[in-house]
């Protein structure tokens, strides 16, 4: 069996790439007379050559009805078995409906991973572990400004997120390569922090593009100890380069330019 970072760590072998391409698709930034369906294709074929892996927004396509979920569904399939499809929904319940969640994530829509939001207990977390060849990836400090309310909480020593993050270890140790974080390029003292919490596991980095996030840490300290690169979430910036017809074309130039940005830093820091 083929974990879901062994997947993960090929595609990003494969293309010399971290960088995650998000599908956040809203009508009025999409081109005219391009459905949803068009849309999420076209981009997904258009990038393909350097992506590591799709991050589908499930509110998105929740916002269309069931066009939207008619959509998510073709186009998470349309995605090459090779690239990894993260749905970005953010679980977070008791085990009981965690369970359904899991089912209708990885059996229904057909998504390789998914974000879960663990402020309710580990218990929305473990029913997904289930599946032992997909992944999870944690939402342990998002991108967020108000984030600060919960989160730093009891202090900025000891904030909660921290504590979350120690569960997440000793549960990673029962699930390995089942297991990671995510953490808002936004928070970039908290990302360099996280990685020293949690040296073996992967990030889910959002927070790029649009939201200005810290480019160079998110490089610097993305990768875990064994080798798993970061994944670099870039969504509208690349996505809504163009709202013309040629979309598609001016989508693949952007993602190609990430890409090559990442590459720079990331030698850059290793010469």
Not at 26 to 41: E, I, Q, S, W
Request: glycine share 6%; proline share 6%; with cysteine.
């Amino acid at each position: 069996m083929t974990t879901f970072f062994q997947r993960l760590r090929t595609a990003q072998q494969q293309r010399d790439s971290w960088l995650c391409v998000g599908l956040d698709p809203t009508a009025n930034r999409m081109p005219d007379g391009v459905d949803l369906t068009t849309f999420g294709k076209k981009i997904v074929d258009a990038t393909a050559p350097y992506a590591c892996a799709y991050k589908m927004n499930l509110a998105f396509y929740l916002a269309y009805g069931p066009e939207g979920m008619q959509a998510l569904q073709a186009i998470t399939t349309h995605v090459a078995d090779e690239i990894p499809v993260i749905l970005d929904a953010k679980f977070g319940d008791i085990d009981y409906t965690a369970v359904h969640y899991a089912r209708a994530a990885f059996d229904v829509l057909g998504a390789d991973a998914v974000t879960v939001s663990p402020y309710v207990g580990m218990d929305a977390v473990k029913p997904l572990l289930d599946y032992k060849d997909k992944g999870v990836f944690v939402l342990v400090r998002s991108a967020n400004t108000t984030s600060n309310d919960f989160q730093l909480w009891p202090s900025e020593q000891s904030p909660l997120f921290r504590y979350v993050t120690a569960q997440l270890n000793t549960l990673a140790d029962k699930h390995p390569e089942q297991i990671g974080i995510t953490v808002g390029a936004t928070q970039p003292r908290d990302l360099t922090r996280l990685r020293c919490w949690a040296p073996t596991l992967p990030f889910l980095i959002p927070g790029l593009g649009e939201q200005e996030g810290d480019f160079s840490l998110s490089v610097e300290h993305g990768t875990t100890v064994t080798g798993i690169g970061p994944t670099i979430n870039v969504g509208r910036t690349i996505i809504y380069a163009s709202s013309d017809s040629d979309f598609d074309r001016v989508a693949a130039t952007t993602a190609r330019d990430w890409v090559d940005q990442i590459r720079r830093e990331r030698d850059k820091l290793l010469a």
